[in-house]
């Protein structure tokens, strides 16, 4: 089961369930070129799309001002996999976790792409629980947790999650770490990355809690950040 949509606009609606445009479950793949996804809802899981189990990949497409309770635009489960470049995601909202995108036991690659003004409880722009993940030469900027993780909320139990050549910008958390939280013994490496003038109570830039935890840093740039 496969869907393709190009130059194809998803705007205003709304799912009584998961994926307010688009729910993908027993191994389907969708692939997204030139897609708009706008001002779409869902009362659950991806105010946007939902994907159980199947693959998404999503090129030079935006994802503008949709809401969800996990993902306010993406919802990646149970074996997901997706690969996105050239994205804009900008203004979602998720009411529980990942602002942007909420990724559970999946794997996401994020390329080229800016993600700004996102928020949610963890995870302002994207949540990882049990999840790899790339994100590669992406900015993050200016988006808001009411609790951890500003940016980024990583939850991998030991899967590795690798941020290269991206850039945190002004990203907050009211709790704890301002660009990227970390948790529950995983492996998380950070290259060639600038982070500038993100805030929260602790850990302006990155909060690392739990046992176990590896964290590998080379080539950050952090000036301006706050705690």
């Known amino acids: 089961k496969e869907v393709y949509a190009q130059n194809t606009k998803f705007v205003g609606n709304t799912a009584n369930g998961n994926g307010g445009a688009v729910a993908l479950a027993n191994a389907s793949r969708a692939y997204f070129y030139s897609a708009e996804f706008d001002k779409n809802t ?32 993406v919802v990646l489960y149970s074996g997901a996999v997706s690969v996105m470049n050239d994205i804009t995601a900008t203004s979602n909202t998720a009411s529980n976790f990942g602002g942007f995108i909420y990724v559970d036991n999946s794997s996401l690659d994020l390329y080229n792409s800016t993600v700004n003004n996102n928020s949610a409880v963890d995870g ?27 940016a980024v909320c990583v939850l991998s139990n030991g899967k590795e999650v690798v941020i290269q050549k991206c850039t945190f910008n002004e990203n907050k958390a009211e709790n704890y770490g301002g660009a990227v939280y970390t948790a529950d013994s995983r492996i998380v490496k950070m290259y060639e990355t600038v982070s500038n003038k993100n805030s929260a109570t602790y850990g302006g830039v990155i ?3 739990t046992s176990g935890t590896d964290v590998t840093v080379n080539g950050l740039t952090v000036s301006d950040n706050t705690a």
Do not use: M, P, R, W
């Not at 659950?44 to 969800?68: H, P, R």
């Open 42 to 73: 869902s009362t659950e899981n991806g105010g946007a799309v939902y994907c159980d189990g199947g693959k998404v990949e999503a090129i030079s497409s935006t994802f503008t001002e949709n809401i969800g309770y996990n993902g306010g635009a």
């Open 124 to 150: 302002g722009a994207v949540y990882l629980v049990n999840s790899s993940a790339k994100l590669n030469n992406t900015v993050f900027e200016q988006n808001t947790a009411t609790n951890n993780g500003g």
């Open 207 to 209: 909060y690392i809690t």
